[in-house]
């Protein structure tokens, strides 16, 4: 049984890791707040009694689920919004928003050209595809270091392997990725 310290220690450990994970997953700061801020307190509310041992394995599925939640419920809101937004006619007068009006500060998403988003977007994808490439090992290796923030001995004990493998791993992922994006004319 976790105590109520080690349960709060976890958490704190956690928080910069999901968040991380969480932005990668939905793009966006504030709904990866939220994912995190709800993955925690089913943990603490459902799980708080599970041994200290079991909370990452735990709250890492939690994460997930609380991820693609967020995303089913985009996908319907989105859905009635699509479906609401042409049953009626808008006035000129409303049409009007002044946070349009508003310019994007420099380095900012919103400033970037729709060519840049476009392209990096696509930058985006093309390494999504080739992680989704990486052998099993490779792939968990690689994302629990530089995506989750997780160190050599977190990841270790993840994964049910020694921390050498684990270097091993994300070696030989890191090297398969610079070669197949550098075929492919991306250089990070």
């Known amino acids: 049984m976790a105590t109520d310290k080690e349960l709060s220690d976890f958490l704190e450990t956690a928080e910069r890791r999901a968040f991380k994970q969480a932005v990668y997953a939905v793009r966006k700061d504030e709904s990866a707040l939220d994912i995190v801020q709800d993955a925690m307190v089913k ?9 200290a041992a079991e909370l990452p394995m735990l709250f890492q599925r939690i994460l997930q689920n609380t991820i693609l939640d967020y995303f ?11 479906l609401f937004s042409g049953m ?8 009007f928003d002044p946070l349009d009006t508003l310019e ?6 919103a400033s970037e050209s729709s060519y840049d988003k476009v392209e990096r977007m ?67």
């Open 43 to 51: 943990l603490a509310e459902k799980y708080g009694d599970k041994p």
């Open 104 to 109: 994007a500060e420099d380095g900012s998403e």
């Open 88 to 95: 009626h006619q808008q006035d000129e007068e409303e049409d």
């Open 122 to 188: 696509q930058v985006l994808s093309l390494i999504d595809e080739e992680v989704k490439k990486l052998p099993a090992r490779q792939r968990e290796a690689f994302l629990m270091r530089y995506w989750e923030d997780m160190d050599v001995a977190e990841t270790a004990a993840a994964m049910g392997c020694s921390e050498g493998s684990v270097k091993t791993h994300c070696s030989r992922a890191t090297q398969a990725l610079a070669q197949s994006l550098k075929a492919k004319g991306i250089t990070l």
């Open 72 to 82: 089913r419920r985009e996908k319907v809101r989105n859905t009635w919004v699509s």
